[in-house]
């Protein structure tokens, strides 16, 4: 039976409102010393703003840190992650785990859920909206973190997406806090930067956060897996790869922070990004083909990615 998992404490008005005390508080604990030192020495505000507003992510939705080293964090942008990574968990696991598994002839986990899948596309189409245009979250119908029951297959993708979300966040958190700790906004704001300086100063903000994260992971591959999807999610914006004129290409950053763990071929991170590929390709009608053979999901991903233009 679903039930709420709402308490007084969880204002908002979107189904994400209940995790937002676990995304500082994780913060917070994983390097206490850190933040307090960032905070003594007053690069960091203590408080995180957070935006309650009916409005699309296209509306100034996204996270950001302004010069007094105080950090917004937007409702429908969480809102918007937690379904990422909800729909690729779940696709991951179902249409790749339990497939192949069966191929190997191993027993499975569980048996493959259709049903489960359909929605998660529905659930995942909506996200995509809320670039644009912001709609409710229909949390009787969708899967959501607030409202659902923890004993069904649904549920238990819930919580398990719970944890991928919160590390996610973290690592999108701390990318704005690197922003502050090396001093990002002043040296923008005194130095005439030329838009490659600016791009360089956002790959290195992308490396110290995965540092930080790594550095007190809770588990290596789900740490990994975060730092990707942090980076991967920002694909479904548009139709191309272009970072625009100060943000690097999506394809330079998810290179510049899979180098910092520099993981092998058999990485599930691989198989993730092949999914995000295929789904961008489709969302798009880009036409990027699987044609060929591979050995892994990496070379796949090289594939695909080499046809993007």
């Known amino acids: 039976m679903k039930v709420s998992v709402k308490k007084d404490v969880h204002n908002g008005i979107q189904p994400?409102?209940?995790?937002?005390?676990?995304?500082?508080?994780?913060?917070?604990?994983?390097?206490?010393?850190?933040?307090?030192?960032?905070?003594?020495?007053?690069?960091?505000?203590?408080?995180i703003e957070y935006h309650i507003a009916e409005l699309p992510l296209s509306e100034g939705q996204t996270p950001f840190i302004d010069?007094?080293?105080?950090?917004?964090?937007?409702?429908?942008?969480?809102?918007?992650?937690?379904?990422?990574?909800?729909?690729f968990f779940v696709l991951y696991e179902e249409t790749l785990v339990i497939p192949d598994a069966i191929r190997m002839e191993?027993?499975?986990?569980?048996?493959?859920?259709?049903?489960?899948?359909?929605?998660?596309?529905?659930?995942?189409?909506?996200?995509?909206?809320?670039?644009?245009?912001?709609?409710?979250?229909?949390?009787?119908?969708?899967?959501?973190?607030?409202?659902?029951?923890?004993?069904?297959?649904?549920?238990?993708?819930?919580?398990?997406?719970?944890?991928?979300?919160?590390?996610?966040?973290?690592?999108?958190?701390?990318?704005?806090?690197?922003?502050?700790?090396?001093?990002?906004?002043?040296?923008?704001?005194?130095?005439?930067?030329?838009?490659?300086?600016?791009?360089?100063?956002?790959?290195?903000?992308?490396?110290n956060a995965a540092n930080q994260i790594l550095s007190s992971k809770r588990s290596q591959k789900i740490t990994e897996l975060s730092i990707v999807i942090g980076v991967a999610s920002l694909i479904f914006f548009k139709n191309n790869l272009s970072g625009g004129k100060w943000h690097p290409d999506i394809n330079i950053r998810l290179n510049n922070i899979i180098n910092v763990f520099e993981p092998n071929d058999e990485h599930p991170l691989w198989a993730i990004l092949c999914l995000v590929l295929k789904n961008w390709s489709n969302q798009f009608t880009l036409g990027l083909d699987e044609k060929g053979s591979y050995d892994n999901y990496k070379q796949l991903y090289d594939h695909l990615l080499s046809q993007v233009r």
């Open 106 to 207: 191993k027993k499975p986990r569980k048996e493959h859920n259709k049903e489960l899948c359909e929605r998660a596309k529905e659930l995942f189409d909506y996200g995509i909206s809320l670039i644009k245009t912001y709609s409710d979250w229909d949390k009787k119908y969708f899967p959501n973190p607030e409202y659902y029951d923890k004993d069904d297959e649904e549920g238990w993708y819930i919580e398990r997406t719970n944890d991928l979300f919160v590390e996610v966040m973290n690592f999108i958190l701390y990318h704005e806090i690197a922003h502050a700790d090396l001093e990002h906004i002043k040296k923008r704001k005194e130095n005439n930067l030329t838009d490659e300086d600016v791009k360089d100063i956002e790959l290195e903000a992308d490396r």
């Open 16 to 47: 994400i409102r209940v995790l937002k005390h676990n995304i500082t508080t994780r913060l917070v604990d994983r390097n206490e010393k850190y933040i307090e030192k960032l905070l003594t020495n007053s690069k960091l505000d203590k408080k």
């Open 67 to 87: 010069e007094n080293g105080a950090i917004s964090i937007h409702e429908t942008f969480l809102s918007y992650i937690w379904i990422i990574c909800y729909y």
